[in-house]
C-alpha cells in the first residue's frame, strides 16, 4: 500500500510525520535528502518510539574536531531509551531485543500520483451523451509516499 504523507516542499529535513495506515501508527523521518519510515511502537513495552530523539555516533578526525555523524542514524524511544537504526529497524540492546518494523519511503511527481488514483477509481457509471467543458491541471510538485 502507498501512502502520500505530504508535499516534499512542506517536509523539511528535521522534521517527522506521524502517520496511521490501517490501524498502524508510523512515523515518516526526514534527515537532509534521506526519507525513512519505522513503526511507531516499541518492541519493549509499547512506547510511541517516532516520539523519540534522532542519535548518531559521535566521531572526530583529529582532536577537538568532533561531529554526530548521521551514519548510523538512530531513534531512541522516549520510555526507557532503547535504540533502533532508523532505516533497518534493528535493535541495538542485545541480543534477545527484538527489532521494529521499517518501511520504504520515495519521493513520487504528483502527476503520476493523480494519474494512479485516476487509473485505480472503478469505473461504475455509463457515461451519457453530454460533455462539460474541463480544463487542464498540472500537478508540478514532488511529495514524499511511504510504502506500508
Ligand atoms: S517502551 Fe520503548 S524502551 Fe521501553
Redesign the pocket.
Known amino acids: 500500500m502507498r501512502v502520500v504523507v505530504a508535499p516534499l516542499r512542506s517536509f523539511p529535513s528535521g522534521e517527522r510525520r506521524i502517520v496511521e495506515v490501517g490501524g498502524r501508527s508510523i512515523g515518516v523521518f526526514r534527515v537532509g535528502e534521506r526519507f525513512f519510515g519505522i513503526r511507531n511502537r ?6 510511541p ?1 517516532c516520539l ?1 530523539h534522532l542519535l548518531g555516533d559521535a566521531v572526530a578526525d583529529a582532536p577537538g574536531h568532533a561531529q554526530i555523524s548521521e551514519d548510523p542514524l538512530r531513534i ?7 535504540e533502533y537504526d532508523l532505516d533497518s529497524g534493528q535493535s541495538f ?1 542485545g541480543t534477545v531485543a527484538p527489532g521494529v518494523k521499517s518501511y520504504g519511503v520515495e519521493l513520487s511527481p504528483g502527476g503520476s500520483l493523480a494519474e494512479e488514483a485516476r487509473a485505480a477509481a472503478p469505473a461504475k457509471r455509463v457515461p451519457g451523451p453530454y460533455v462539460a467543458e474541463t480544463f487542464e491541471v498540472n500537478i508540478e510538485d514532488e511529495y514524499v509516499v511511504l510504502h506500508a
Open positions: 516499541c518492541p519493549h513495552q509499547g512506547g518510539l523519540g531512541a524511544c522516549p520510555w526507557h531509551g532503547w540492546m
